[in-house]
Nanobody, 123 residues
């Protein structure tokens, strides 16, 4: 079974940047559509970004377009989330997820979840 482990979260000031990593094991990353969810205090978990198996197609929530970039390195079995121009409202626990396709991941049909990494953006 696939296992996912996130890293790279931390505390950053507004306007700063962070790069999150998601390392997969147990399965080939190329078999999966990958995404990042986040859950902020008092809010529901939401899909932030997604990327298909070869990186040709990406999805970005409107709130992060132009600021966040998802990428993947299948050879390293790793997915990345580059976050720039961070805002306090980006504060959340960020979760890496593996799924079949964009349609399924948007519906919460996830095959594997990471345990999450906390991103805190101060003002």
């Amino acid at each position: 079974q696939m296992q996912l482990v996130e890293s790279g979260g931390g505390l950053v000031q507004a306007g700063g940047s962070l790069r999150l990593s998601c390392a997969a094991s147990g399965r080939f990353l190329s078999d999966y559509y990958m995404g990042w969810f986040r859950q902020a205090p008092g809010k529901e978990r939401e899909l932030v970004v997604g990327i298909n198996w070869n990186g040709a197609m990406t999805y970005y929530a409107e709130s992060v377009k132009g600021r966040f970039t998802i990428s993947r390195d299948n050879a390293k079995n790793t997915v990345y989330l580059q976050m720039n121009s961070l805002k306090p409202e980006d504060t959340a626990v960020y979760y890496c997820a593996a799924a079949t396709a964009l349609a399924t991941i948007r519906g919460g049909a996830v095959d594997a979840w990471g345990r999450g990494t906390l991103v805190t953006v101060s003002s």
